[in-house]
C-alpha cells in the first residue's frame, strides 16, 4: 500500500480501510482517528496500553499502510500539530475533566459555556475552507436541497431545511413521518444534493437513505462526528465535528454553528450571483426589515416540494 504523505491523506485512507482490518488493527485504526495527538506524541509503549494492544500490533499496523515502522507514520501524525498553538480536542476533555463533577444548574451552565468555546475553537481550526466552498458550491448548483436526519441529530437539519427554504432554495426535510422517509427521498435524483448528520451510534434510517440516494447518483454533503463513520465513504464533502459533552449528553453547539455557516455563505454567493439584489432572507430569516425596505421572505409557492416524489417536467 502506498505511503500517505500528509495527515488529512492518511485519516482518509485509514477510513477506507477501515471495514477490512482485523480486529485488533481496527482498535489501533479507531484511536488514531479520536486520539491523533497522542499518536504524535506518545511513545509506542504507551499508546499501546490506552488503545489496548501490544507494541508489535502498532508497528504492523504501521507497515499495513506502508510506512517502515511506527517511527516513520509518527512523523505524518507530527505533522498534523506544527503551527497549532494550541491542542483543541485536549482543551475540551480538559474543559470536561475540570474540577468537580457539575451538580448545580449554573455548574453545568459554566461547564457547556466553558467546553463549547473549546468546541468551537477545534471546528475553527480543523474544518478546511476550501471544503466550505465546496459545500456551498454543492448547495447553489443542485436543483432541490434534501436534508436527513434523525434522533440528537434533527434539530440541524430543520435548521439546515428552514435556513435554505428562506433563501429560496428547494429544501426538502425528510423527516419520515409515517415511516415514508424511503418515499420522500425518492424526489432526489442525480441534479440534487442530500445533506446527511448523523453522530455515533448513527442512525439506521439515515444510512439507509443515504446509502439508497447515493446509489441514484445523488451527491452527498456528510456532517458526522468520526472519520470512521459510515457517511464520509459515500460524501462528495464530509465534515467531521466534535462537540463538547457531560454524562454522554453531547451538546450541538459546534454542529449547530457549522450549519449556519454554511447557510449564510450561500446566501453571500447567492446575492453576489446577483448584483444590486439582496439573496431572499439572508440578512434576517425571520422577516425582520432593514431600514424603509420593508421585504419579506421569498415564499415562492411554484417551488414548492411536496412530501411526495414526483417528475420532472
Given at each position: 500500500m502506498e505511503r500517505k504523505e500528509t495527515f488529512d491523506e492518511l485519516k482518509?485512507?485509514?477510513?477506507?480501510?477501515?471495514?477490512?482490518?482485523?480486529?485488533?488493527?481496527?482498535?489501533?485504526?479507531?484511536?488514531?482517528?479520536?486520539?491523533?495527538?497522542?499518536?504524535?506524541?506518545?511513545?509506542?509503549?504507551?499508546?499501546g496500553?490506552?488503545?489496548?494492544?501490544?507494541?508489535?500490533t502498532l508497528i504492523r499496523f504501521a507497515k499495513h499502510f506502508g510506512y517502515d515502522g511506527f517511527s516513520d507514520m509518527q512523523r505524518v501524525f507530527r505533522s498534523r500539530l506544527i503551527d497549532r498553538?494550541?491542542?483543541?480536542?485536549?482543551?475540551?476533555?480538559?474543559?470536561?475533566?475540570?474540577?468537580?463533577?457539575?451538580?448545580?444548574?449554573?455548574?453545568?451552565?459554566?461547564?457547556?459555556?466553558?467546553?463549547?468555546?473549546?468546541?468551537?475553537?477545534?471546528?475553527?481550526?480543523?474544518?478546511?475552507?476550501?471544503?466550505?466552498?465546496?459545500?456551498?458550491?454543492l448547495m447553489a448548483q443542485a436543483e432541490i436541497v434534501g436534508v436527513v436526519a434523525q434522533?440528537?441529530?434533527?434539530?440541524?437539519?430543520?435548521?439546515?431545511?428552514?435556513?435554505?427554504?428562506?433563501?429560496?432554495?428547494?429544501?426538502?426535510?425528510?423527516?419520515?413521518?409515517?415511516?415514508?422517509?424511503?418515499?420522500?427521498a425518492r424526489l432526489l435524483g442525480s441534479r440534487d444534493l442530500l445533506?446527511?448528520?448523523?453522530h455515533k451510534p448513527y442512525a439506521p434510517e439515515t444510512l439507509d437513505t443515504v446509502a439508497a440516494a447515493a446509489e441514484r447518483g445523488v451527491k452527498i454533503l456528510a456532517m458526522t462526528d468520526n472519520a470512521l463513520s459510515p457517511l464520509p465513504p459515500l460524501?462528495?464533502?464530509?465534515?467531521?465535528?466534535?462537540e463538547a459533552s457531560l454524562h454522554g449528553i453531547r451538546s450541538l453547539t459546534a454542529s449547530m454553528c457549522l450549519a449556519v455557516t454554511l447557510v449564510v455563505g450561500l446566501g453571500q454567493k447567492l446575492a453576489a450571483a446577483k448584483p444590486g439584489a439582496e439573496a431572499p432572507g439572508a440578512l434576517a430569516f425571520d422577516g425582520a426589515k432593514s431600514g424603509n425596505n420593508k421585504q419579506s421572505v421569498a415564499k415562492p409557492a411554484s417551488r414548492k416540494v411536496s412530501g411526495s416524489p414526483r417528475r420532472r417536467p
Open positions: 482518509l485512507q485509514i477510513s477506507s480501510e477501515h471495514g477490512k482490518l482485523s480486529k485488533r488493527l481496527r482498535q489501533i485504526a479507531e484511536f488514531a482517528i479520536a486520539e491523533p495527538d497522542q499518536m504524535a506524541l506518545e511513545t509506542v509503549a504507551i499508546i496500553k490506552r488503545a489496548k494492544v501490544q507494541p508489535s498553538a494550541l491542542t483543541y480536542s485536549q482543551r475540551i476533555r480538559e474543559a470536561q475533566a475540570e474540577g468537580v463533577v457539575p451538580t448545580l444548574t449554573g455548574d453545568v451552565l459554566a461547564h457547556f459555556v466553558e467546553a463549547d468555546h473549546a468546541a468551537l475553537q477545534h471546528l475553527r481550526a480543523e474544518i478546511p475552507p476550501a471544503d466550505l466552498d465546496v459545500a456551498v458550491e434522533r440528537r441529530s434533527f434539530p440541524i437539519a430543520a435548521y439546515l431545511a428552514y435556513g435554505l427554504t428562506h433563501l429560496g432554495r428547494r429544501a426538502h426535510l425528510i423527516d419520515g413521518i409515517g415511516g415514508m422517509g424511503a418515499e420522500q445533506i446527511a448528520i448523523s460524501a462528495a464533502v464530509s465534515f467531521e465535528v466534535e
